[in-house]
């Protein structure tokens, strides 16, 4: 399973201690009150210090490069998770 359009709002990769997700964001447009939508793709350490973050336009885009570069990666998909102990796992969910 990879982390795809269904599923990338919750999900991300994981490889101790970092982990690897797309989110959402938005950037100003010059000589505008309009916004940009971006997904970021974006690498955190284990506190959830950011590490790398690359800016896309495209949903698509950004999850293939998160699938290129992080796709080997344990995969974190708290809605399907089905073992541990409750809310420190999300089993709960």
Known sequence: MKINTE??????YYSAPLRA???LGAAPVADSEEVIMQYLVTLTDKDYQEL?????TNLDEALA????KYG???????LHKTD??????????
Do not use: M
Not at 72 to 78: G, Y
């Open 7 to 12: 599923n990338w709002t919750y999900s991300h």
């Open 21 to 23: 997700f797309v989110s």
């Open 52 to 56: 790398f973050q690359s800016t896309h």
């Open 65 to 68: 490069l998160l699938d290129e």
């Open 72 to 78: 080997h990666w344990e995969l974190q998909d708290p």
């Open 84 to 93: 541990g102990d409750g809310c420190t796992s999300c089993a709960a969910h």
